[in-house]
């Protein structure tokens, strides 16, 4: 059996084929948008998979709740609003794909650019300051008896915690 063309969950394979998406002639803003956003949540997720955290996100308010908490740790506005303004273009094409259906090809560029630098700016994250912040949010949290793998593109990642909350 062939294996998929493409690698679950692997944040250059979304924004690659949301650039293939977005000079389509019509452009598919569709499904631009649901892999702007997939390659929002899974720089997000890899970011709380990391050793120091082992967090596997599993709810759309955790990936906001947890991305609030990476934001406020820059102690520089340049990289928080750099990553707070990619995090906006992802939710915006989350929650409006079908009323974006016209959106400009310049707006659309815009926000791959965006995008496509979550993945430098949240390595640049206080990691003191997150796990701080990240108390509150301990207590929702499930801890599982025995580690998990979860495989992101290429790598693999164990976690022993999981943040999935709807409210």
């Known amino acids: ?16 084929t949301a650039r293939e998406m977005n000079i389509r002639e019509p ?41 609030d908490v990476v934001i406020k740790s820059f102690t520089d506005s340049t990289n928080s609003g750099k990553l707070s303004k990619a ?29 496509s630098e979550m993945n430098n700016i949240i390595k640049k994250a206080d990691i003191d300051m997150i ?9 929702q949290m499930e801890k599982l008896p025995t580690k998990k793998t979860v495989t992101i593109g290429n790598e693999s990642f164990e976690y022993n915690k999981t943040a999935s909350w709807y409210n």
Not at 35 to 44: F, M, N, R, V
Not at 90 to 95: E, G, R
Request: glycine share 2%; hydrophobic share 45%.
């Open 1 to 16: 059996m062939a294996s998929p063309a493409y690698k679950k969950y692997d944040f250059n394979q979304f924004l690659d």
């Open 27 to 67: 452009p598919d803003v569709v499904i631009f948008c649901e892999l702007i956003y997939g390659a929002a949540i899974t720089c997000l997720k890899k970011f709380f998979l990391r050793d120091v955290f082992k967090i596997f996100i599993t709810s759309h308010k955790a990936n906001i709740d947890l991305m």
């Open 87 to 115: 995090w906006a273009h992802a939710q915006n094409c989350h929650t409006n794909f079908y009323e974006l259906k016209n959106m400009k090809k310049k707006l659309k560029q815009n926000i791959l650019k965006s995008v």
């Open 131 to 139: 796990n701080n912040n990240l108390k509150p949010f301990l207590k």
